[in-house]
């Protein structure tokens, strides 16, 4: 069975691209949020394989909802996505349970070898 995946990001061109790579690559999108809030939402809702959020999104940001995946999961296997490399957040990121961090803009391979690295 294909692993299903949530994408979250407050940009839909992101989305969308994230979406691409993965369809064309044997993965199912489990469902998409615009913002963090949406995103835990949406996690609880759908129990995805694999969560990709964007850290910069309103309402809630990216590293708020992965830790309050976290609480309520886990296990939860979550990549952070960010056009920002910024150390930081990295940092903050892989200390709060993030598998993998991803910068855009994305490079194809990096994101499947993330995805494989996370999820199998």
């Known amino acids: 069975m294909a692993k299903r995946v ?21 993965y199912e999108i489990a469902g998409e949020a615009e913002n963090g809030l949406k995103a835990v939402e949406k996690y609880n809702e759908t129990s995805p394989d694999l969560v990709m959020m964007d850290i910069t999104m309103p309402e809630m940001d990216g590293i708020q909802a992965l830790k309050k995946i976290k ?45 494989k690295k996370a999820v199998g």
């Open 71 to 115: 609480e309520t999961d886990a296990s939860a296997n979550v990549i952070m996505c960010s056009a920002m490399g910024q150390q930081a957040m990295v940092i903050e990121s892989i200390q709060s349970g993030a598998r993998d961090f991803i910068v855009k803009p994305f490079n194809q391979d990096r994101v499947l070898e993330a995805v």
């Open 6 to 26: 949530l994408i979250c990001d407050d940009a839909a061109f992101m989305r969308m691209m994230i979406k691409d790579i993965l369809t064309k690559n044997g």
